[in-house]
C-alpha cells in the first residue's frame, strides 16, 4: 500500500467545519479508519476524507489497510482551533502548496487567513512583490518559464503581519529534437527522412511539443545541436528522434552525420548511449530516444545493453531494428522508414507511451519486411505516462516569430513577402503579387538571397517529396525561394525581390528591386558550426566492418522496399 496524498495540518476559528483527505493505492479494496491523538477510533472516520467540526485543537492519523492485513499509516497532521473573538490578529488557515506547471497551463496557488479586522493579501515571488496579485487566490494563465520560482504571500492587518510557508514552482516543458540525414557526402542518399521528419514534427505538435527539426547536419552541427537540446531539458517531456545512416560497434549504436569518410570511424559519428546518458542525467519525467536507422553488429562486439543512470526510471527507448538493416518504402512518390511510418499512424493514441511503441512493433508483421525487421523497445519507467499529456502551447517559443515582410509598392505594384519554416534550418519564402495598377501588365516576380544558399532538395529525385510539403491552395504564391542547411549560416541573410513588369504607356519592360535583411533565422542563430573546445574529443574509434547498413540501390517501381539507413 502506497500513500500518495497525505493530510495536511489547517488551522481554524472555533466550530468551523474541516476536511482532511488521505489517498492511497493498493491492490483490492483499500479500508480506512482516522485516529485522534489519544489513539481513540474517530466515529464515523472510516473513509478517505474525515469531515469534522472543529472545537478544540487536535492531531488526527489515517490507517490504511487491504484484505491481504497489509496496513500504513498516514502522516500526524494538527488541526489547531483558534477562538477570533478573543484574537484579532491574522491566523494562517490554508498554505500554498508546491507545484509542477506545464508551459502553457493555468497556475493556481491558494492561501487563506482569517482575522479581526479582515486580512490583507499580498503575493511575492522570489522575494519581489507581485503588485496586481493581492487576493487569497494567485492564478496566472499561460504560464511561462519566467513564471517559476518560489512563491509566499503576506498576509496582514492592523494588529499583525503574518507569512505563508514559500513553496516552489516549477514550470515543465515538452520539447523534440528531430534530426534527418539524407544527403551524405561520401555515402549513398536516401530518401525517406525528410517526409518522416516533417511529417513526425508535425504530430508532435499536435500533442503539444517544441520541435525542432534538422536535416542533414555534420557531425559537429549534431553534437552542437544536441548539446543546446540537453541544455532545455528539466523536468519535463523530452523526445530524441533520429533517421539516416547508423550502426552497432562494441556494444554502442552510432549515428553517422552527412560529412563521415568513407569508411567511417566512431569517431566521425555520434554515440547513442552519449545522448541517452546525457538525457537521463537531466532528471527528467520522461525521456524518450526513437532511432530509425540501421543497427547492423559487427561481428565479435558484444550487444548494445541500455541500462538507467538511477532506480528511478524515467527513459523509454525505441529502436527501429534488432540486428538487422532498417528499410524504407517507396509508395506513390512517397518515401518513408517503415518504422515510422507505424509510428506515426499510433503516436496519436491515447495511451501510455510504452503501449504506442508496442502497437508500432506490428511493423514485424508487414509484408514487406516480415523476418528482415523487428523494432526493439525497452524502458525503465515506474509510472505510466503518455506524449499526449494536454500541454497548451500558446506563447511557447517554439514560435520562432518569423517577420512577416510587406514591401512599399513599386511603380503602384504591391508584393508580399512571407516565409514558412518547413523544418528548424530550411525555410522558404514565398513572393506574391497582390495588386497591379491599370498601367502595369506581364508582371513577375523573382526572389533571390545573399549570401547564395543552395537548395538541396532540388537535385534529382529529391523535390518530389520536398515539393509536395510546400502544396497550399490557399497560398498560391507566384515564387519560392529555399533557404537550406541555416545551421552553416555565419552572417546574415538578405532578401533580394526583383520585380519585372511592362508599362502599358511605352510598353517598356522594367525591373525594380528591394532588398531587406532578414537576420540570422531559425536555427542559424544557435551558431551550430561552432565548435566546442571543452568537448572530450577522444574516441576509440575503430572502421566499420560492415557496409549492410547503407542502400546500394533502389528501384523506380511503385512500393518498393530497400535498406534505407
Not at 212 to 221: G, K, N
Not at 382 to 389: G, T
Not at 504 to 525: F, M
Not at 529 to 541: C, L, P
Request: aromatic share 6%; net charge neutral.
Amino acid at each position: 500500500i502506497v500513500i500518495v496524498r497525505h493530510p495536511v495540518s489547517v488551522c481554524v476559528p472555533v466550530n468551523h467545519k474541516v476536511t482532511l483527505r488521505v489517498r492511497a493505492e493498493g491492490k483490492g479494496i483499500l479500508s480506512y479508519q482516522w485516529f485522534s491523538e489519544d489513539e481513540k477510533e474517530v466515529p464515523g472516520g472510516t473513509q478517505a476524507d474525515l469531515t469534522i467540526r472543529a472545537s478544540k485543537t487536535q492531531r488526527y492519523v489515517c490507517r490504511v489497510n487491504d484484505h491481504f492485513h497489509n496496513y500504513v499509516f498516514s502522516e500526524w497532521v494538527k488541526v489547531k482551533v483558534l477562538d477570533i473573538d478573543k484574537q484579532g490578529e491574522p491566523h494562517i488557515a490554508i498554505n500554498p502548496k508546491p507545484d509542477t506547471v506545464q508551459l502553457g497551463t493555468k497556475l493556481s496557488l491558494r492561501c487563506a487567513a482569517f482575522g479581526i479586522p479582515t486580512p490583507h493579501y499580498q503575493w511575492y515571488r522570489n522575494g519581489q512583490p507581485l503588485l496586481d496579485k493581492t487576493s487569497d487566490i494567485l492564478q496566472i494563465d499561460g504560464v511561462t518559464a519566467e513564471h517559476g520560482g518560489s512563491y509566499l504571500c503576506s498576509i496582514s492587518n492592523v494588529l499583525e503581519e503574518r507569512w505563508t510557508e514559500p513553496v516552489d514552482i516549477n514550470i515543465t516543458d515538452k520539447v523534440a529534437l528531430l534530426i534527418g540525414n539524407l544527403n551524405y557526402s561520401c555515402h549513398p542518399g536516401l530518401m525517406a527522412p525528410v517526409m518522416d521528419v516533417h511529417e513526425l514534427g508535425n504530430l508532435l505538435q499536435q500533442l503539444g511539443f517544441r520541435v525542432v527539426s534538422l536535416l542533414d547536419l555534420t557531425r559537429q552541427e549534431m553534437m552542437a545541436a544536441i548539446d543546446k537540446f540537453i541544455q532545455l531539458l528539466d523536468r519535463g517531456v523530452y523526445l530524441f528522434y533520429y533517421a539516416g545512416h547508423g550502426y552497432e560497434h562494441a556494444g554502442r549504436n552510432y549515428l553517422v552525420a552527412v560529412d563521415a569518410p568513407q569508411p567511417y570511424q566512431t569517431k566521425n559519428c555520434v554515440c547513442v548511449q552519449r545522448v541517452m546518458n546525457q538525457m537521463q542525467e537531466r532528471q527528467t519525467a520522461m525521456s524518450v530516444i526513437l532511432l530509425d536507422t540501421c543497427r547492423k553488429y559487427n561481428q565479435g562486439c558484444i550487444p548494445s545493453v541500455i541500462k538507467s543512470l538511477r532506480p528511478n526510471g524515467n527513459t523509454v527507448y525505441g529502436y527501429a531494428c534488432e540486428d538487422a538493416e532498417a528499410y524504407e518504402v517507396q509508395d506513390g512518390g512517397k518515401s518513408t522508414g517503415i518504422f515510422t511510418k507505424y509510428l506515426n499512424k499510433h503516436i496519436l493514441q491515447e495511451a501510455k507511451v510504452t503501449h504506442v511503441l508496442e502497437r508500432v512493433s506490428e511493423v514485424g508483421k508487414d509484408p514487406l519486411v516480415t523476418g528482415k525487421q523487428a523494432v526493439e523497445i525497452k524502458h525503465t519507467m515506474k509510472e505510466p505516462r503518455s506524449l499526449k499529456d494536454k500541454v497548451r502551447t500558446a506563447g511557447h517559443t517554439r514560435e520562432l516569430h518569423l517577420r512577416d515582410v510587406c514591401w512599399r509598392q513599386a511603380n503602384g505594384v504591391k508584393v508580399e513577402v512571407s516565409f514558412s519554416a518547413l523544418f528548424s534550418n530550411v525555410l522558404v519564402a514565398f513572393a506574391t503579387i497582390k495588386t497591379t495598377p491599370d498601367q502595369t501588365q506581364d508582371c513577375t516576380v523573382m526572389l533571390s538571397s545573399n549570401p547564395a544558399m543552395e537548395d538541396i532538395f532540388s537535385r534529382p529525385g529529391r523535390s518530389e517529396d520536398m515539393d509536395s510539403l510546400l502544396l497550399n491552395e490557399t497560398l498560391n504564391p507566384d515564387c519560392t525561394l529555399r533557404l537550406c542547411s541555416l545551421q552553416k549560416l555565419k552572417e546574415s541573410v538578405v532578401l533580394k525581390v526583383d520585380l519585372h513588369y511592362t508599362n502599358k504607356d511605352s510598353n517598356l519592360r522594367h525591373t525594380e528591386s528591394q532588398q531587406v535583411d532578414i537576420g540570422k533565422p531559425l536555427v542559424a542563430s544557435c551558431k551550430l558550426y561552432r565548435e566546442n573546445h571543452t568537448r572530450d574529443k577522444k574516441t576509440n574509434g575503430a572502421t566499420a566492418q560492415t557496409t549492410g547498413n547503407i542502400s546500394h540501390s533502389k528501384s523506380q517501381q511503385h512500393q518498393n522496399l530497400a535498406p534505407s539507413h
